[in-house]
């Protein structure tokens, strides 16, 4: 019989997230901080405007690229929050989550060979979406004493002739790092100066905790070279709505949304409707939430002071990224450990790129009392590995 699967489908790894997920869901009395998904409820206002539209049956397809309504707000509020300014009717589609317009984004771009830089540490979808659409993945190591943000000399070194996109992953998961205006403005002449083009994941832009997001597009001569991704899952805890967005030039829009046409049709019509009650009322929502992020965020950098352990501050995102290269031992080792010996699951740092070596991912995304118990059982560990 032949072999009925892909050879490049076969060759893409499994998520490194779910392994210790699924772990811990059979595992009695253990804490998760493995998951990037919000404690938080879905806002009563947003769940009551979803609730509505399935009561007046409101279940029937919207347009390709999204409902009116949505495209609209989500003008509005790009145009509010980091000054740019699209075409809702030709500039902007509505997708499932922030992570079908990543998929789409590369696919409608994308000649085979053509390269896409990468810089990792970085969510785990970029490097297979990349390859199922043909690409050349090609690996930016983002260093911890640069604060893994992405530097002009970086940049500059990874550029070829072939090289077509630079996937711009702030502020980032796994390592909370954040890129300035000042630190933009050096990539963008970059970018304009190669004729290269940038899909900026900015779904976390809403969780910036010491300066307003910035967003590369809205910096002279980039608006149109970029892809704009973002969506509802982070900053409006609405992960299981699954719906996302990108903004860009019309022509790639058009080519995106043929492909979300073929491949979904259109986004889940209750979710756009929560959607545009989430964009018209929900800032007060997002600032609670932000808050709250950050009063953790403190806290954990606060108990990594006092047991000494190595972690370079974050600043957006809910996530740390904390050294635990003293030990000795693998990522994968020391997550394993931990949670066989304190019930407490972390990320190893690889599964976010092969230099997350030696680093962990910890998401705050949970409440202080499990957080409190976490990090008691870390130092406990931490304890227990030096005094060996």
Not at 227 to 243: D, E, P
Not at 294 to 311: G, P, S, V, W
Request: with cysteine; charged share 25%.
């Amino acid at each position: 019989m032949r072999n009925p699967l892909s050879d490049k489908v076969m060759q893409i790894q499994p998520s490194g997230i779910r392994k210790f997920f699924d772990i811990v869901s059979e595992m009695k009395d253990a804490i998760s901080l493995g998951v990037g998904e919000p404690d938080f409820q879905t806002p009563w206002h947003i769940r009551e405007e979803g609730i509505y539209t399935l009561e007046k049956g409101r279940t029937f397809y919207t347009s390709n690229a999204g409902l009116k309504e949505l495209k609209i707000e989500i003008c509005k509020y790009l145009n509010r929050r980091v000054n740019l300014s699209y075409d809702y009717n030709s500039e902007v589609i509505v997708t499932v989550g922030g992570s079908e317009a990543i998929d789409i984004g590369l696919r409608a771009m994308i000649n085979p060979g053509d390269e896409v830089l990468i810089p990792q540490p970085s969510y785990v979808s970029y490097l297979p979406c990349a390859i199922l659409a043909d690409a050349k993945p090609v690996i930016i190591e983002l260093k911890a004493e640069n604060e893994f943000k992405l530097t002009k000399e970086e940049l500059l070194n990874s550029i070829t002739d072939k090289t077509k996109v630079l996937i711009l992953p702030f502020p980032n998961n796994p390592t909370g790092a954040i890129m300035t205006k000042e630190e933009l403005e050096e990539i963008a002449q970059v970018i304009i100066e190669k004729d290269i083009f940038v899909m900026s994941d900015e779904i976390y832009s809403e969780l910036s905790y010491d300066k307003a997001h910035v967003s590369i597009a809205s910096l002279p001569g980039m608006r149109e070279r970029t892809i704009v991704i973002n969506g509802f899952s982070k900053s409006y805890a609405m992960t299981g709505w699954r719906l996302g967005y990108a903004c860009g030039p019309e022509k790639i829009i058009e080519q995106m949304t043929k492909i979300h046409q073929f491949a979904i049709m259109c986004a889940p019509t209750n979710s756009q409707y929560a959607a545009v009650e989430a964009l018209r009322n929900g800032d007060k929502d997002v600032e609670e939430m932000r808050e709250s992020y950050n009063q953790r965020r403190k806290y954990l950098m606060h108990r990594f002071r006092e047991m000494k352990l190595e972690c370079f501050e974050p600043y957006g995102a809910f996530y740390v990224f904390p050294c635990i290269k003293e030990f000795g031992i693998t990522s994968d080792e020391f997550a394993t450990k931990f949670l066989e010996e304190e019930k407490v699951a972390v990320v190893p740092g690889t599964a976010f790129g092969d230099c997350g070596e030696g680093f962990l991912r910890i998401s705050y995304a949970y409440s202080l009392e499990d957080l409190k118990v976490a990090l008691d059982r870390l130092e406990k560990f931490v304890f227990r590995l030096r005094n060996k």
